[in-house]
């Protein structure tokens, strides 16, 4: 199994600022996913995060809005760019285990006010 | 009509109750995920089930490919077994994009 962590698990941030949220898996993985979920929602998929290349956006999401590094196996970051009150989420790290069982980090609650 | 589709949205039991959620699927799927929401928001993979059945303590979790039906059971629930319960599949085209249920939220009282 990996045990994912998130940080920040939780923050309150105004309007047009950005916050970068930090994914670390305690063992070297493959594939690594960025997923939002809104207040009521289930939880979509921003990005697959690729070690040494640009992240896999999914429809409706950009890189100038949520820039993603992955600078190894182990390690991710998501930064939320130019907040909006619609940004309110928690954002969810993921990855793939060694036999494709999905694992998720704990959350991160983003409040944009 | 969603391809994945959970039932009951909102389940209230007493401690101690068996519990049963249904999970309900319309595409060919090579995997179905069981997974828990806690208030906080991190989520923990229960199951990874591509036929059978599988158990894990109190949990057990069944599918049948033919029906396309999956079941998450709970024997003597407990009120920290409160959460959302969410059902995903990965579909037969997919590599890893998962097609999410609406989740079903599950209070146990005392």
């Known amino acids: 199994s990996a045990v994912i962590s998130q940080k920040p698990s939780r923050d309150i941030c105004q309007r047009g600022t950005s916050l970068t949220i930090q994914c670390q898996v305690d063992?070297?993985?493959?594939?690594m996913f960025w997923y939002r979920q809104q207040p009521g929602q289930s939880l979509t998929l921003i990005a697959t995060a690729n070690q040494g290349s640009e992240a896999t956006y999914e429809s409706g999401f950009v890189i100038d809005k949520f820039p993603i590094s992955r600078p190894n196996l182990t390690f991710s970051t998501l930064t939320v760019s130019n907040m909006s009150p619609e940004d309110s989420s928690i954002y969810l790290c993921?990855?793939?285990?060694?036999?494709?069982?999905?694992?998720f980090g704990p959350g991160t609650r983003l409040t944009v006010l | 009509k969603n391809e994945v589709e959970q039932s009951p949205q909102n389940l209230t039991a007493q401690e101690g109750e068996f519990i049963t959620i249904n999970c309900s699927y319309s595409v060919g799927i090579s995997a179905l995920h069981w997974l828990q929401q806690h208030p906080g928001g991190g989520i923990v993979s229960l199951f990874m089930l591509s036929s059978g059945k599988k158990k894990h303590g109190r949990l057990i979790a069944t599918i049948n490919i033919q029906e396309k039906h999956s079941s998450l059971h709970i024997t003597a629930s407990h009120p920290r077994d409160s959460a959302v319960y969410i059902c995903?599949?990965?579909?037969?085209?997919?590599?890893?994009?998962?097609?999410w249920g609406a989740g079903t939220k599950l209070i146990i009282k005392p």
């Open positions: 063992s070297q993985v493959t594939m």
């Open positions: 995903a599949v990965k579909g037969m085209d997919s590599n890893y994009q998962l097609i």
């Open positions: 993921s990855c793939l285990g060694e036999w494709d069982e999905q694992f």
